[in-house]
């Protein structure tokens, strides 16, 4: 709600905030997006990236005051459902862009996504665990052969206690820069604008951090930002039902010294693998509910068909015709939308089970990137 007003007043503290990266998550809307665009040019960004696109975009947004040199977009190969159009995920075209930013100390890779949200409150059975674990490895299988310093940053949808926040460290080596700092909070706090009452609060969004095999990279700190109403003029009852997250890193210019310990890659691969299976079994108990669905509006259009036979009027006849046909229609759309989601669905498993192997095969080889 009050998208406008919101991209208004979040365009006018870009320059406030004084950062020099900015990454933005769920700018759906061209409209949205130029109304950025232009604040970002006042505020000193010069350097943007976005999908031209706003069906199927991504929703991410980069604002840079240093330059890009390239920005490369990996859309997911798991990317949700086409049949939970409610859920908007797979129509967002959700992935994850790499860019290359020259800063004053030197390059570092700045990664930003959006992951697959849950749609669930803390402790209910999630069916999309499979889906972010994918999404996780095709992070990582990008992130494999990365020398740079790494800043990923965005709203990962998961919680720390969760496997994925596991997962996305052991298998990239990136730490968390709230707990590098001690400094964790709630980025969707409860009770926040545009959020109900009864939602409770949660940490979902991050940013990570590794160093390279030549440079540094070390956290000073991390903050919550537009986290209260925007000053007036605005009417908007907040920025976002997110809020922002302000962090300072420091780029140097030698390696970071050895970590004492690292998670046993082997065994986070074990526990993707894991990951994936429960995703497996979430699906299979999907497709049966959307089989009966399907079936269900079957029988239902050949019981109109046998209706419209009994039907004592020309007009009953037809309307009994009529629904009879939307049911059947709806049958085969329902039927072709899951199908193609099935497809993807074990397309993107096998994508990732692939990667997985990939990266069981090279964990035993000397890790050249040292966490900060």
Same mark, same amino acid.
Request: charged share 20%; net charge neutral.
């Given at each position: 709600?009050?998208?406008?007003?919101?991209?208004?007043?979040?365009?006018?503290?870009?320059?406030?905030?004084?950062?020099?990266?900015?990454?933005?998550?769920?700018?759906?809307?061209? %409209?949205?997006?130029?109304?950025?665009?232009?604040?970002?040019?006042?505020?000193?960004?010069?350097?943007?990236?976005?999908?031209?696109?706003? !069906?199927?975009?991504?929703?991410?947004?980069?604002?840079?005051?240093?330059?890009?040199?390239?920005?490369?977009?990996?859309?997911?190969?798991?990317?949700?459902?086409?049949?939970?159009?409610?859920?908007?995920? !797979?129509?967002?075209?959700? #992935?994850?862009?790499?860019?290359?930013?020259?800063?004053?100390? @030197?390059?570092?890779?700045?990664? $930003?996504?959006?992951?697959?949200?849950?749609?669930? &409150?803390?402790?209910?059975?999630?069916?999309?665990?499979?889906?972010?674990?994918?999404?996780?490895?095709?992070? $990582?299988?990008?992130?494999?052969?990365?020398?740079?310093?790494?800043?990923?940053?965005?709203?990962?949808?998961?919680?720390?206690?969760?496997? &994925?926040? $596991?997962?996305? @460290?052991?298998?990239?080596?990136?730490? *968390?820069?709230?707990?590098?700092?001690?400094?964790? %909070?709630?980025?969707?706090?409860? @009770?926040?604008?545009?959020?109900?009452?009864?939602?409770?609060?949660?940490?979902?969004?991050?940013?990570?951090?590794?160093?390279? /095999?030549?440079?540094?990279?070390?956290? *000073?700190?991390?903050?919550?930002?537009?986290?209260?109403?925007?000053?007036?003029? =605005?009417?908007?009852?907040?920025?976002?039902?997110?809020?922002?997250?302000?962090?300072?890193?420091?780029?140097?210019? /030698?390696?970071?010294?050895?970590? +004492?310990?690292?998670?046993?890659?082997?065994?986070?691969? *074990?526990?993707?693998? &894991?990951?994936?299976?429960?995703?497996?079994?979430?699906?299979?108990?999907?497709?049966?509910?959307?089989?009966?669905?399907?079936? #269900?509006?079957?029988?239902?259009?050949?019981?109109?068909?046998?209706?419209?036979?009994?039907?004592?009027?020309?007009?009953?006849?037809?309307?009994?015709? @009529? $629904?009879?046909?939307?049911? !059947?229609?709806? /049958?085969?759309?329902? =039927?072709?939308?899951? #199908?193609?989601?099935? !497809?993807?669905?074990?397309? #993107?498993?096998?994508?990732?089970?692939? +990667?997985?192997?990939?990266?069981?095969?090279?964990?035993?080889?000397?890790?050249?990137?040292?966490?900060?």
């Amino acid at each position: 709600r009050e998208t406008p007003e919101r991209m208004r007043a979040i365009g006018a503290q870009l320059g406030p905030l004084g950062a020099d990266l900015i990454a933005l998550q769920e700018i759906w809307t061209a %409209s949205s997006r130029t109304i950025l665009l232009r604040a970002a040019k006042a505020a000193g960004f010069p350097h943007t990236w976005h999908r031209p696109q706003s !069906f199927g975009g991504s929703g991410l947004l980069l604002l840079s005051r240093w330059p890009i040199r390239q920005a490369v977009f990996t859309p997911f190969q798991a990317a949700g459902l086409p049949q939970r159009i409610h859920h908007g995920d !797979f129509w967002g075209g959700k #992935g994850f862009v790499c860019a290359t930013v020259e800063t004053p100390a @030197g390059s570092l890779l700045w990664v $930003a996504t959006h992951l697959h949200a849950g749609y669930v &409150e803390p402790g209910e059975p999630d069916e999309y665990v499979g889906v972010r674990a994918a999404q996780i490895i095709e992070i $990582a299988c990008a992130l494999q052969e990365v020398h740079q310093p790494v800043v990923l940053v965005g709203d990962l949808n998961f919680r720390e206690e969760e496997p &994925e926040h $596991a997962l996305l @460290g052991g298998l990239t080596a990136l730490q *968390d820069a709230a707990v590098l700092t001690g400094s964790r %909070s709630p980025t969707l706090p409860s @009770g926040g604008p545009y959020r109900r009452e009864t939602e409770a609060a949660q940490r979902i969004d991050y940013l990570m951090v590794r160093s390279g /095999a030549r440079h540094s990279l070390d956290v *000073d700190r991390v903050e919550p930002v537009l986290n209260s109403p925007p000053p007036a003029p =605005s009417r908007a009852q907040g920025y976002s039902d997110h809020v922002g997250l302000l962090a300072e890193v420091m780029l140097g210019s /030698a390696p970071a010294a050895a970590p +004492q310990s690292l998670p046993d890659k082997n065994a986070v691969i *074990d526990q993707a693998w &894991e990951q994936l299976a429960l995703g497996r079994e979430h699906a299979q108990i999907r497709k049966r509910r959307e089989v009966l669905v399907a079936g #269900g509006c079957a029988l239902l259009g050949i019981g109109l068909s046998f209706g419209a036979t009994s039907a004592d009027t020309d007009g009953f006849r037809l309307i009994f015709l @009529g $629904a009879a046909g939307i049911a !059947f229609l709806a /049958a085969g759309l329902w =039927s072709a939308l899951c #199908g193609w989601g099935a !497809f993807r669905e074990a397309r #993107g498993n096998r994508r990732a089970e692939a +990667q997985l192997m990939t990266l069981k095969t090279s964990s035993n080889s000397r890790d050249t990137f040292r966490a900060p």
